[in-house]
C-alpha cells in the first residue's frame, strides 16, 4: 500500500512513521511513504506557494497550482490518480469503519494545510473526500495525516504479527477492549481475575467478552446504544459490574 503525503513539513510525518510498527514495515515494502513537499511545485524561484485571502480576511492561503502539480506528481506510471483525502477541521471525523475501509486502497494522497488553508478551488477539484481526527483545530494537517497512516497501515496485511492482534481490539466490534493485565498477579493489593489465571479457555473468553461490554458501558456508554445486548447478557454485565 502506497501513501503520498503533500506538506510543507515533510520531515514532520517522516520522522514520526519511520519509527516502531511503521517504520518496519515501510523497511519490509509493506507499505510505501512518499512524503512531497508542496514548495518544491512554487511557481517562482524562492518557493512562495501561499498568499492573501481575498475577502479581506486576515492570513495567508496555499494557492492552488503548487498543490495541483504536487499531487500530480504522485500519479502512478500509467497515470493512475492516488485516492485523495484533504485533512481539515472541516471533514467526517475519523473512525474505525472509515480506517478499515481506508486500507482496500491501494494508493492515499493525503493533503496536509498549513496557516488558513489551501484555496478551496483546487481541494474541491481533486479530493475524493475530506476527512477531521476530532473536533478541534490543529495547527496543520501534518498530525492528522500521520493518524491516517498508522492507523490505517496497522491494518495492512503483515504489519501486525497476527489478525488477532488488532481483531479483539477497542472499535473493531463496536465494544471496548476489556482490561488486560501482565505479571506480578498482585499489585498494590489489585488481583488478577482468578479466571484469567486458571481458565479453562472458554470462561476465559466469556470473561473477556462480558468485560468488553462492561467496560463499554462503564466507558463509552453511547457505543452501547448501537448493540443488541440480550437481557441475560445485561444480568452477566450487572454481576459482573457488582463484582469489581
Ligand atoms: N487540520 C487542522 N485541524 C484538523 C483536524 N481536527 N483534523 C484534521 N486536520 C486538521
Known sequence: MRFSILTLFPDQVRNFLSESITGRAIKQGLIELDTINIRDFAENDYGKIDDTLYGGMTGLLIQ????????KSTFGKDGDRPYTVY???KG?????NRVMDLSKKDHICIICGHYEGIDDRVISEICDEEISIGDYVLTGGEIASVVIVDSVSRMVEGVLPSE??????SHMSGTLEAPQYTKPPVWHEKEVPEVLKSGPMANIEEYYRIASLVE???KRPDMLDKLTISAEDWEKML????SL
Open 64 to 71: 492552488c497550482e503548487p498543490v495541483y502539480q504536487a499531487w
Open 87 to 89: 485533512v481539515s477541521p
Open 92 to 96: 467526517k471525523v475519523l473512525d474505525q
Open 164 to 169: 488477532d492482534a488488532y481483531t479483539n481490539e
Open 216 to 218: 463499554t458501558w462503564q
Open 239 to 242: 454481576a459482573f459490574k457488582k
